[in-house]
Structure formats: C-alpha cells, structure tokens
C-alpha cells in the first residue's frame, strides 16, 4: 500500500496518530504512548509540539490531547508566514500559483456547488456592492473572501483548500484588504465578480471563467 510506503518518512509520533482513529476523542498520555512506541516522553513531548502547529492536535488544559481532522492550512500557514518574513515578494509568486489552481479547478469546483451556495454567492455579492456604494465606501474584504472560498468548497480536497485559505490570509498580512487601490479599481475588481456570479447562477460556466481570469490578474497591476 501506498501508506506503507509513505509512513516511514514522518515521526512515530505521526505515525501513532494516523494509526489510531479513535484519538479524535482523546489520546493516551505520554507515558502509556511512550511504552507503546518505544520512544522516550521527551521526544513524544517535541513531537507533540510539532503536531500541534501543524493542526494534526489539539491540546487543551482540562480535556487533553485529542487528534484533529485533516487540514494542510496549518502546515502551509507556517512555512508561508516565514517565506513573507523573509520577503514580501514571496506574497506574488504564492498569489500566482493560487491564481493557477482557481483557473485549473473552476469547471469542476462551480458544477458542484448547490442552489444553496448560489444563493450565498449572491448574497455575499450583494453585500459587497451596498459597500462598495455606500458613504462612506468599505472595502468588503470578508466577503471577497467568503466568495472566492465558497465556490471551491464542495471540492473535498484538503490541498486544494489549504492553499486557498492560506492565500487569503497572506493577503491580509501584507496588507491587501485595506482601501489602496482606488474607487475605480475596486469597482471593477467587483464587476468581475458579478459576472462570475451570474455565470455560475446560469450555468453559463465558460463565461465565469473568462471573468475569473481577467479578474485574478487585476492584483499584479494593482494601483
């Protein structure tokens, strides 16, 4: 099997909580797990902290350790984070490729979404346009955000979703949600999104993507 083959590479630690499913209602303690893998509690504990920011873990004072749901946003948050500390350009080269994954992932992401998430769509977009032509005018950065993750939500694919909520962040941190752009470009970033919305509302999904593409490269000319 594939998992065998992967398995050695990761910790024992790891490797005890892919094992052991019922650890999503708690884990033994460090002792009994000590025993059972045949590695010392100081190296559980410096596995542990790891596993912990990484989101494989939680550990709370009162109910203990107990093995999260699967989530690469953790794991992607912390390398992306150090990569921006080291330089900010580091924000364009992961919004590139995040723009590559939208476009390579639109047809199936929008022909799974359900009448329920179009009228979100719509009510998120909604929102943004009373914002946007409002006095005085708000950026709606929460519900650019809400959109873009909403239409590839029914993916059922942790990756797809890790790089998509990490970007998100990523442009909070450098500073992307604020109003710097200008009232004309923000009027047009959401005319695209209009369009989108109304594409994916009428089935017309071809056309989504041309104003998903044009969309996502308004950023690299970003006033």
Not at 74 to 100: C, E, T, V, W
């Amino acid at each position: 099997m594939l998992r065998d083959r992967v398995s050695p590479n990761i910790s024992e630690f790891f490797r005890y909580l892919a094992a052991h499913p019922e650890a999503e209602s708690g884990l033994s303690s460090l002792n009994e797990i000590s025993r059972e893998i045949g590695v010392s509690v100081a190296s559980l504990r410096e596995q542990l902290e790891v596993a912990r920011a990484l989101g494989l873990v939680e550990v709370r004072p009162r109910t203990g350790t107990r093995r999260l749901a699967y989530s690469f946003t953790p794991a992607i948050r912390q390398s992306l984070g150090y990569a921006l500390a080291l330089d900010n350009d580091h924000f364009h080269k992961f919004s590139d490729m995040r723009n590559h994954i939208e476009s390579a992932y639109w047809y199936e992401a929008v022909e799974k979404l359900t009448l329920e998430d179009k009228t979100e769509l719509q009510a998120l977009l909604a929102r943004a346009l009373e914002k946007i032509r409002g006095t005085p005018v708000q950026v709606p950065h929460e519900e650019h955000r809400n959109l873009h993750l909403l239409i590839y939500s029914r993916l059922d694919n942790p990756f797809v979703t890790g790089i998509l909520e990490s970007y998100w962040e990523a442009y909070e941190a450098v500073g992307l949600n604020v109003f710097a752009g200008g009232y004309e470009y923000l009027q047009e970033v959401w005319r695209y999104h209009e369009q989108m919305i109304e594409s994916i509302c009428n089935n017309q999904f071809e056309a989504g993507y041309e104003a998903l593409v044009k969309h996502t490269d308004l950023l690299f000319h970003r006033p």
